[in-house]
């Protein structure tokens, strides 16, 4: 079966310290895409980035950074220097790669809840 | 690219009404489109999923004549809540996959609260 856990429900930090998400997902395909996810308190989900399973290089995007390891089966997404604006909720998510037919829904954790305070 | 239009935004409505949310892909063809409910501080729950011009498939669960849901072309696609009651009341999005951008294009949500 398939599986996303986020364990931490809420996270709160101070402005300008680093923060890790975490996500552990369960599948059985050799294959398949990894998401996270940001939704801010407007409701609107805002994409962050897709990991492809064949791809194990970690990833950064500005003050984002985003570590695969499929030996853990583990999706870790980390935060530098956060600031007000990063809180939200957010979501990491699973899915089968295309071609895998009825398969291919997203399979989602319960989101953390980060609270970044001033 | 990439843009899914959600409409309304909220609505609130009688209980006995029904309600229809709208999502239309501006910029491609969604071959697919899912709908999901989402109740406070919980994540996302599937509903149904649904492509063009084919009948939705709906999850364990949800009932298919109270939450009507059709593609019938490749830029919209309608969830109507019927015979609306205040436990239907919570935010519902949808999300659109076209043949060539598979990052599921989320809408922007529906608040829905039914008095």
């Given at each position: 079966a398939q599986k996303v856990t986020q364990a931490q429900t809420e996270i709160s930090v101070v402005e300008k310290e680093d923060v890790t998400l975490d996500c552990v997902y369960?599948?059985?395909?050799?294959?398949y895409y990894?998401?996270?996810?940001?939704?801010?308190?407007?409701?609107?989900l805002v994409f962050l980035i897709?990991?492809?399973?064949?791809d194990e290089?970690?990833?950064?995007?500005?003050?984002?950074?985003?570590?695969?390891?499929?030996?853990?089966s583990s999706f870790n997404f980390t935060i530098t220097a956060s600031q007000v604006v990063d809180s939200a909720v957010y979501f990491c998510a699973l899915s089968a790669l295309p071609g895998a037919g009825n398969n291919r829904k997203l399979i989602w954790?319960?989101?953390t809840s980060l609270a970044v305070n001033p | 690219g990439a843009v899914v239009s959600q409409h309304p935004s909220r609505v609130i409505c009688k209980s006995g009404t029904s309600v229809k949310i709208e999502c239309r892909?501006?910029?491609?063809?969604?071959?697919t489109m899912f709908w999901y409910r989402q109740f406070p501080k919980q994540s996302l729950m599937l509903m149904a999923t649904s492509n063009e011009g084919s009948k939705a498939t709906y999850e364990q669960g949800v009932e298919k004549d109270k939450?009507?849901?059709n593609h019938a072309s490749l830029t919209l696609s309608t969830l109507t809540v019927t015979s609306a009651h205040p436990e239907d009341s919570s935010f519902y999005i949808c999300s659109?996959?076209?043949?060539?951008n598979y990052g599921y294009t989320f809408g922007s949500g529906t608040r829905l609260t039914v008095v």
């Open positions: 369960e599948t059985r395909d050799t294959t990894l998401f996270w996810y940001k939704q801010p308190p407007s409701g609107e897709r990991r492809n399973s064949f290089q970690n990833e950064i995007s500005g003050r984002y950074s985003w570590n695969f390891q499929k030996s853990t954790g319960l989101g | 892909s501006l910029d491609f063809q969604a071959t939450f009507l849901i659109a996959e076209g043949t060539v």
